[in-house]
């Protein structure tokens, strides 16, 4: 499968499980290229976008990867990781960037005035909290347009951050989504276990 024959949004929800054993083939750049577009398309507050991606395909670096990741097989196992991480800093940098054009400069302005307002006062640690919020939702739309481009993955938070941040040379205000090893399924994971809506959600 390809991005020529896209699953349905809901065959994509429905078969996507975590996948820790990959076929070994490298990954169609295309595909990946898509996949990526298709995540970046997801919402955030003020349209913030602090979510940032790095695609590790390098089998040495994917090598240190494991191994900060307690030795998890599944990222040697995939073609390809993708590091979801996210950078509020680099976002209040040029935020006039994230207003929508169709505002002006004026919209620029104020996009501004409404993040200085709203993080100015605030420390590295806790407005990267909240940018990490916006990244979290970017992580589980890598997930589905990978899925429905017939790729799979597992999310994964088993890893030691430190490490991740220096093998990759990231900063240390950045915080992760998640590792997200990516590739063609090679086993079949685990039927779906969930809590019935019942226990779930109150109708008022
Ligand atoms: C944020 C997050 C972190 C996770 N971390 C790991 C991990 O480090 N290693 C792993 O094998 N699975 C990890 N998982 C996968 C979960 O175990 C899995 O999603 C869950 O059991 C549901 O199964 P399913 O994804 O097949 O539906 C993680 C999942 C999420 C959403």
Known sequence: MTAASPLTMTQAIETRRSIRQFVQEPLDQGDLREILRLASLAPSAWNAQTWRFVVVQDPALRAELQAAAY?????????AVIVVYSDMEDTLRDVEATAHPGMGEQ???KQRATFE??????????????????ANIAFGFVMLAARGLGYD???????????????????EHVQFAGLLPLGRRAE???PHHRHSLDRLVTWK
């Open 71 to 79: 030795g998890q097989t599944q990222v040697t196992s995939a073609p």
């Open 107 to 109: 919209g620029q302005q």
């Open 117 to 134: 307002q709203a993080f100015g006062g605030q420390d590295v640690a806790q407005r990267g909290a909240w940018g990490l919020a916006q």
């Open 153 to 171: 993955t597992v999310p994964m938070l088993g890893f030691d951050p430190d490490k991740v941040r220096a093998l990759l040379n990231l900063p």
């Open 188 to 190: 079949e994971g685990h």
